[in-house]
């Protein structure tokens, strides 16, 4: 199916274009953040922190309640939530952009098959034409 020299299915013209350097980190966090191995890996980390940090007692460097770990935490949830949601306003725009592209390919598939249906029935006219002066006397 090629109309004007492109193929109908064409992918998105967006999807595969270079994304800018804040795009492509923020996808990149995204993927991170939200992964089984960073949730197990953080929570690896807490649980070290808080046992050393008792293993070490009067000389720990950041004794309960634990202050400079609620920092760090804190500093990361910031973060993370910057991260998130650059990366969610991104896809959302790339997911309206596909539903209009997809809108564009439907409308070009239906305008072919109207053009198709009118073809068919003038064949269909024709061929009851040449029918009927084939069984004429």
């Given at each position: 199916?090629?109309?004007?020299?492109?193929?109908?299915?064409?992918?998105?013209?967006?999807v595969g274009n270079e994304l800018s350097v804040g795009e492509r980190a923020a996808d990149r966090l995204k993927s991170t953040f939200g992964s089984w191995s960073f949730l197990i890996a953080l929570n690896a980390f807490i649980v070290g922190w808080i046992i050393l940090n008792e293993v070490l007692g009067r000389g720990a460097f950041d004794p309960f309640p634990f202050i400079l770990l609620n920092l760090?935490?804190?500093?990361?949830a910031a973060q993370q939530g910057g991260a998130l949601q650059i990366a969610a306003n991104r896809g959302d725009r790339l997911n309206?952009?596909?539903?209009?592209h997809t809108q564009h390919n439907t409308d070009e598939?239906?305008?072919m098959?109207?053009?198709?249906?009118?073809m068919l029935t003038e064949i269909r006219e024709l061929r009851a034409a040449v029918e009927g002066k084939d069984s004429a006397p």
């Open positions: 199916m090629v109309k004007h020299g492109r193929a109908l299915w064409d992918a998105h013209p967006h760090g935490l804190s500093w990361l309206a952009e596909v539903a209009l598939l239906m305008e098959n109207r053009r198709q249906l009118q």
